[in-house]
C-alpha cells in the first residue's frame, strides 16, 4: 500500500507560480512512476505530468509543457509539481498518482494509488 497527500495549492493570480507537493508513504517510493493529474467542474480527469521510476523520463500534457516542471525526491519519498505562468484554465483540483509499471503513463486508469487532491484556482 502507499499513502499519498497533496499540499500546496491555493489562489493565485495569472501569471503567477505555485509548487504542489505529494509527500509518500508506505512501500518503497522510489520503485513507483509518478504522475500529476487535474480535474475542473464538469470535467474529466486530465492528464499533467508523469515521471517514470525507470529511467526518470518526464512527460507532459502540450497545455503545460513549457511551464510545469515535475520532479521527486527520493531521499524525501516526495513528488513535486512547480506550476509557472499560471492561467486560468489550470484552475484545478490537482491529484497526486502513483503506479509500480504501466506503459500508458498517460492513463489515469492505468494508476493504483491516489492522493485526496488539491485546489489550484488561478484568477484572471
Known amino acids: 500500500q502507499v499513502q499519498l497527500v497533496e499540499s500546496g495549492g491555493g489562489l493565485v493570480q495569472a501569471g503567477g507560480s505555485l509548487e504542489l507537493s505529494c509527500a509518500a508513504s508506505?512501500?518503497?517510493?522510489?520503485?513507483?512512476?509518478m504522475a500529476w493529474f487535474r480535474q475542473a467542474p464538469v470535467k474529466e480527469r486530465e492528464f499533467v505530468a508523469a515521471?517514470?521510476?525507470?529511467?526518470?523520463?518526464?512527460y507532459y500534457a502540450d497545455s503545460v509543457k513549457g511551464r510545469f516542471t515535475i520532479s521527486r525526491d527520493n531521499a524525501k519519498n516526495t513528488v513535486y509539481l512547480q506550476m509557472n505562468s499560471l492561467k486560468p484554465e489550470d484552475t484545478a483540483v490537482y491529484y497526486c498518482?502513483?503506479?509500480?509499471?504501466?506503459?500508458?503513463?498517460?492513463?489515469?486508469?492505468?494508476?493504483?494509488?491516489w492522493g485526496q487532491g488539491t485546489q489550484v484556482t488561478v484568477s484572471s
Open positions: 498518482a502513483a503506479v509500480i509499471s504501466t506503459f500508458r503513463i498517460r492513463d489515469p486508469y492505468e494508476y493504483d494509488y
Open positions: 508506505g512501500q518503497t517510493f522510489g520503485s513507483f512512476s
Open positions: 515521471l517514470s521510476w525507470a529511467d526518470g523520463s518526464t
